[in-house]
């Protein structure tokens, strides 16, 4: 008798992941365990074997290159597993059912008929050879092959030999490349992931049939793998979703076991999905403890209407993940399932999760105060259950979280500014003025944390500024463009960078608001200009006072002003006469060169009497003996106060000049920012 002429249609039409292939071998292993139930054999008489059948290894290597050969042997490839049972065997009445797609034999256990249809998805045949009792009383064998061309081929039926035991032995044969490259190889891990699959039946009263897996290789026991995987005795619990009933089994399991608390949906008592669990309970990350030691928690939800929403293949549910409101007493989606499993498991968990709370709150408070002070103003607008973070985790990881929520809240704000002048029709004056009273509140919260956003910038530019003056350990100091990139963007302009990337402030605050601003450019390539030379200035701003504030009557306020900056590296002594070598020489010759060439406003609109511009030259180098001496001696300036610099007016060329030492220029820095990084709590030395 053949199966049906549809079967490969209905092959075609059956799913199986390719992460899934060890799915058929769990089917195989759960029939035998439902065919012991059938025989009426306690779980302690019964027996499983699981045979992980693997390639014949090829001749050994002589013995001069076993020598060269280094670390553990390699696996060989899973051809395809023999499964054997003492169970019920394929009577007549089983076999009967075999020949029938999508039978409801085994409705009772949770059998479709389909789970024989996984073997020829990852694999090319089957081979079955089965002693079980005829109805005659006494025994028999049954044999045929099973594949997807033929359906159920080659079948036999005989008298079993003399001294014969009932047993029946399912060969799964041409284990399927694509399913064996992403499936488990080890001995331990196929067996690790048979009992994953068929906990249910473990940690059920009366427990699981005595299983064995083993390849040439050793031999282990699913019994003693069990025991040694559970942490302490499993814990049976209930809910009741729109009048549904569901079953729990919470599990605490080894450490070592797996990797991720879980949930683990179950249909007709197989595992069908997991989802992890980590980030959906406070305080639940990593390995928690009991008085007993570490343990990862599962639990394992079961329920008859999670047996009928499941697919056919049991590789998933056919649960919607939203139901309409008109439904939504009698219905129930996927996402209320999963939420009143959690709220469960949360209750059951709490006693253990209390010191990883702890972990969690201070970590975040002590990232808050001590690296990222912007998030404070909206720490107390984060819902305490959504902020679940995990202890241990990096700041990158931590900052990112924390920018989601605050992206959240600004997300928030920009909806209820779009209503918040108009009040609504029903709105009386008072709930009207709390709820504006509540939004500028939120708004200034986060403009608190945007200004402390900006001052842990600076903070940060001036700590990498700190570290880039220094001697490194090869006895080189770092090159000046390094310094160049933290104060402003290489071969850029005001108009091709973001504004938080000019930290001119570094020199002097007044620097940071300009209407023009070149970084590294040639003076022809400036629009401020009508130069045609070809010189770069490290630095050049223009300032256009066209409409000053602040002005007494009949006097008006200078149009311009141009601000040229050199930066030399670090500890670089070779100051000589001559533009080439004298960087303060070097700054006057571009600031001229910018005024003969008549300045222009950026949008080509001339500036009056444009050697009348005043002109700011800054220097920014360290301070050694023969800078020191074009300084004092060569260009008549004066020492700072602190004698970390030199200032002076050049009259005959209208310019300011300041030589800033590198430490004179993170020293008032810091100084100038000081009051606000102690604001915000952040470290200053």
């Not at 099973?146 to 001294?163: I, Q, S, T, W, Y």
């Not at 990862?296 to 999670?306: D, P, R």
């Not at 918040?420 to 939004?439: F, H, T």
């Not at 050049?540 to 200078?558: F, H, M, Q, R, W």
Request: glycine share 6%; charged share 25%.
């Amino acid at each position: 008798m053949n199966m049906p002429s549809n079967l490969t249609v209905r092959l075609r039409n059956t799913s199986l992941p390719l992460m899934s292939g060890l799915l058929p071998l769990f089917e195989a292993v759960v029939n035998s365990i439902h065919a012991i139930e059938e025989a009426d054999i306690t779980p302690e008489n019964g027996i499983i074997t699981v045979e992980i059948v693997r390639k014949q290894k090829q001749n050994q290597l002589n013995l001069e290159d076993s020598k060269k050969k280094r670390g553990p042997e390699a696996l060989e490839d899973i051809i395809g597993f023999t499964v054997t049972d003492n169970g019920i065997g394929f009577t007549d009445a089983n076999m009967e059912s075999f020949h029938t797609l999508d039978t409801d034999h085994k409705a009772t256990k949770g059998g479709r008929g389909v789970g024989r249809l996984l073997w020829l998805k990852a694999f090319k045949s089957a081979h079955v050879v089965s002693v079980f009792g005829a109805s005659d009383g006494k025994l028999a064998v049954r044999t045929f092959d099973f594949d997807a061309p033929h359906g159920v081929d080659n079948e036999h039926k005989e008298d079993a030999a003399p001294g014969a035991s009932r047993q029946t032995v399912v060969h799964l044969d041409d284990f399927q490349v694509k399913y064996r490259d992403n499936s488990r190889k080890t001995l331990n891990a196929i067996a690790e992931c048979i009992v994953e699959h068929c906990l249910w039946y473990f940690v059920r009263q009366g427990g699981a049939p005595k299983i064995t897996v083993f390849d040439a290789d050793g031999r282990v026991a699913l019994d003693g793998l069990y025991e040694g995987r559970m942490h302490s005795s499993a814990v049976a619990d209930a809910l009741t979703i729109n009048g549904v009933a569901f079953d729990l089994i919470h599990v605490k399991l080894r450490s070592n076991s797996l990797s991720a608390h879980a949930i683990a949906f179950c249909a007709d008592n197989r595992l069908v999905i997991e989802e992890k669990l980590e980030g959906k309970i406070p305080g639940l990350h990593g390995r928690i403890a009991d008085e007993k030691g570490e343990f990862i928690y599962e639990c394992y939800v079961s329920s008859a209407f999670l047996d009928e929403a499941k697919r056919p293949e049991r590789t998933g549910f056919d649960i919607p993940e939203t139901i309409d409101a008109l439904f939504e007493n009698t219905d129930i989606a996927l996402p209320q399932i999963r939420a009143a499993v959690i709220e469960k498991a949360a209750a059951h968990l709490a006693p253990f999760l209390t010191e990883n709370l702890k972990r969690s709150k201070e970590r975040i408070e002590k990232f808050v105060s001590q690296r990222a002070p912007r998030y404070r103003p909206i720490m107390a607008r984060i819902p305490e259950g959504s902020l679940n973070i995990d202890p241990d985790i990096s700041d990158k990881e931590l900052d990112v979280t924390l920018h989601k929520h605050l992206a959240e809240i600004e997300t928030q704000l920009l909806e209820e500014g779009h209503d918040i002048m108009v009040p609504g029709q029903s709105e009386n004056p008072d709930e009207y003025r709390k709820r504006l009273a509540d939004y500028l509140s939120k708004a200034n919260d986060l403009k608190r944390s945007d200004l402390a956003n900006y001052v842990s910038h600076r903070k940060v530019i001036l700590d990498l500024l700190g570290l880039a003056i220094q001697r490194k350990a090869d006895g080189k100091y770092a090159r000046e463009d390094l310094i160049h990139g933290l104060i402003m963007p290489m071969q850029k302009t005001s108009d091709e960078v973001m504004p938080d990337s000019c930290n001119l402030w570094l020199i002097d605050e007044r620097l940071a608001f300009h209407n023009y601003l070149a970084s590294d450019k040639t003076l022809h390539s400036m629009p401020i200009t009508k130069c045609e030379d070809t010189k770069e200035p490290d630095l050049c701003a223009l300032n256009v006072y066209d409409n000053p504030i602040l002005v007494s009557e009949g006097t008006k306020l200078p149009l311009a002003s141009i601000v040229v900056v050199e930066i030399k590296r670090p500890m670089r002594d070779d100051a000589s006469a001559g533009e080439e070598d004298d960087p303060v020489e070097q700054a006057i010759g571009y600031l001229n060169r910018i005024r003969n060439g008549q300045v222009q406003t950026p949008q080509g609109r001339p500036i009056p009497q444009s050697m009348d511009i005043p002109g700011f030259c800054y220097i920014l180098a360290d301070i050694t003996l023969k800078l020191q001496e074009r300084c004092r001696i060569h260009h008549d300036l004066k020492w700072t106060h602190d004698h970390l610099g030199f200032f002076g007016y050049k009259e005959n060329c209208n310019a300011f000049i300041q030589v800033i030492s590198f430490d004179q220029l993170v020293n008032a820095a810091k100084e100038r920012n000081r009051i606000f990084f102690d604001k915000l709590g952040l470290p200053t030395n």
